[in-house]
């Protein structure tokens, strides 16, 4: 492929989505996954049409690796998307990357250096020319495992720009096929982010060979603007991640930069040679996976979606306002830009009631983009027929809560067996709970606290017996009424890492015993992985 020009391989008019929630995502604190995890979000993002999954970073941990050689084999089949993994510019991290993506019909490695004179000053402790050494021998060795590279330099928008354009040229020459322009720490604004990029496309003279990418944190809240600004002016991919979850500030948003370039596309059409008037997308993205991608990753990472964010958030499309309301009931379009079905988000018409059926349950959950097992498909049926007993009405939404509520991608080393409360306004809030070991062993334990939910927490620690701190608890409603679905969302620490746990039932205090039990055993099993692996280091 070198030598081909990248705008034939890829074409010039459409932009690809580079999802990087699986690696970048990831390292938000608390947002860790286990490999089934990062298995699910990867299926349902290949079912949202993204271009290229970054999957991990192999070198990282035996984890790491895991989780990418499983993606790259479940998931980066031939009519599937590019499976990434990262490395740095270490002939180690390479061959790592190289090999966990093996299993993938198309992979990609993705290696990076800092070009940036704070960062070589005072992190890589290397001169320029060193660096542009580094560069062009370990795209070249990347290159030798297999054609596609992606080359990253690390704090490109604090970087010397005639140096940058130098590495850039030289990483063209090594073989890279697309190279990655990351506003690292978030410093950047629009009108220097789209300089920074048409000043690389008249200054790096092979860059008509590769791809220019992009890469931003939303540190002072520009990510999505720096990114519109990178695509008029000839980047024509963009590295963002579900929800815009990261590091600090996080990532930009997927579904931002994604309905941005879809609601306004006219306005971009010029930018990438199509005519002004054309309604053809300019990714490949189906929109209407974007609401159940965001409720997944929200899901499994626990990191909630605040209610006014952007194309997802619970308000995005709700209007208070009489004169809002008016409107809309007149015409949508005097207060909507975009339809909520258009990103996924039903009408919540009910699906189904207490009467109907296994089949037509499985039937339902397919169409919500749910593949489960036997087991697992069992398990949420039984949650279905006792949901259906309490509530009526039973929608999409509340389908989705119990299902992902059911799908335990984590090793249970404590399951809840019983949870038991006396509280009121005159009571002490007192708490009894059981909870069954792996080994089939009962454990019951009472606790008094300042109220149900904190007795609850006392007396689970009084029976697990590791300390902890609870940092963050939330309870959100799936749907309205008095019988809805309640989701609880807690967040722990543990030393210096956070755990996160979920459950939903329509007894939030069974969800907030569940939520906890959840993030125990995410706990626990991190505890178990890090004792094998000191084992096996001794």
């Known amino acids: 492929m070198s030598g081909e020009s990248m705008d034939n391989q890829w074409g010039t008019e459409r932009v690809i989505i580079f999802d990087t929630t699986l690696r970048d995502g990831e390292q938000c604190p608390g947002a860790t996954l286990n490999v089934d995890e990062k298995l699910a979000i990867a299926r349902q993002l290949a079912r949202l049409g993204v271009d290229v999954i970054e999957a991990g970073f192999a070198f990282a941990s035996p984890g790491d690796f895991e989780a990418v050689t499983r993606v790259a084999k479940e998931v980066g089949t031939i009519d599937g998307p590019i499976v990434c993994s990262l490395a740095r510019a270490i002939k180690a991290d390479i061959k790592a990357a190289a090999e966990a993506l093996k299993p993938a019909a198309k992979g990609r490695i993705h290696t990076f250096i800092s070009t ?64 990655n322009i990351p506003d690292t720490v978030g410093y950047t604004t629009p009108s220097e982010f789209g300089a920074l990029i048409k000043g690389i496309k008249e200054n790096v003279p092979n860059i008509d060979r590769a791809i220019i990418s992009v890469h931003g944190h939303n540190d002072i809240g520009l990510a999505v603007a720096n990114f519109l600004e ?110 909520a079905e258009s ?20 039937s339902r959950l397919q169409e919500l983009g749910f593949n489960l097992s036997e087991t697992e498909l069992n398990k949420a049926f039984l949650r279905f027929k006792d949901l259906a007993d309490k509530k009526k009405d039973i929608s999409d939404w509340d389908l989705e809560a119990i299902v992902n509520d059911e799908i335990k991608t984590t090793p249970e080393v404590f399951h809840l067996e019983l949870v038991q409360v006396s509280c009121g306004d005159c009571t002490r809030p007192t708490a009894t709970v059981t909870l069954r070991t792996q080994d089939g062993e009962e454990l019951t334990d009472a606790a008094i606290g300042t109220g149900p939910v904190d007795a609850i927490y006392k007396a689970i620690n009084r029976v697990v017996n590791v300390p902890n701190q609870l940092i963050e608890f939330s309870v959100q409603s799936v749907t309205a009424g008095i019988d809805a679905i309640g989701e609880v969302t807690i ?21 907030s015993a569940q939520a906890y039990v959840n993030a125990l055993n995410r706990l626990y099993a991190a505890l178990q992985h890090q004792q094998q692996r000191d084992r096996s280091l001794a």
Do not use: W
Not at 274 to 283: H, I, Q, Y
Not at 300 to 329: C, R, Y
Not at 343 to 362: C, E, P
């Open 343 to 362: 990103i996924g988000l039903t009408n919540n018409q009910i699906v189904l009631g207490k009467h109907s059926g296994r089949h037509a349950f499985s």
């Open 116 to 179: 940036s004179d704070i960062h070589l000053e005072y992190q890589l402790k290397k001169s320029k020319a060193e660096v542009l050494a580094i560069a062009e021998e370990m795209v070249a060795y990347a290159k030798s495992f297999m054609d596609d590279v992606e080359f990253s330099t690390m704090d490109a928008t604090r970087t010397d720009p005639e140096y940058l354009y130098q590495v850039l040229e030289r990483a063209i020459a090594a073989g890279a096929t697309t190279i």
């Open 230 to 339: 990178a695509v008029k002016n000839g980047a024509r991919q963009l590295e963002c991640a579900v929800n815009g979850i990261g590091e600090r500030a996080g990532n930009t948003a997927l579904e931002e930069i994604v309905m941005a370039l879809h609601v306004r596309r006219q306005y971009f059409n010029p930018f990438l040679g199509r005519p002004a008037e054309s309604e053809a997308p300019l990714t490949n993205i189906d929109t209407r996976e974007i609401y159940r991608t965001s409720r997944l990753v929200s899901n499994l990472t626990g990191m909630l979606v605040q209610p006014n964010k952007a194309i997802v958030g619970a308000n995005a499309f709700a209007h208070e306002s009489g004169i809002h309301q008016d409107g809309i009931l007149k015409n949508k379009l005097t207060y909507e830009i975009m339809d």
């Open 491 to 511: 967040r722990l620490r543990y030393e210096d890492k956070v755990y996160s746990g979920h459950a939903a039932n329509t007894d939030i205090i069974v969800a």
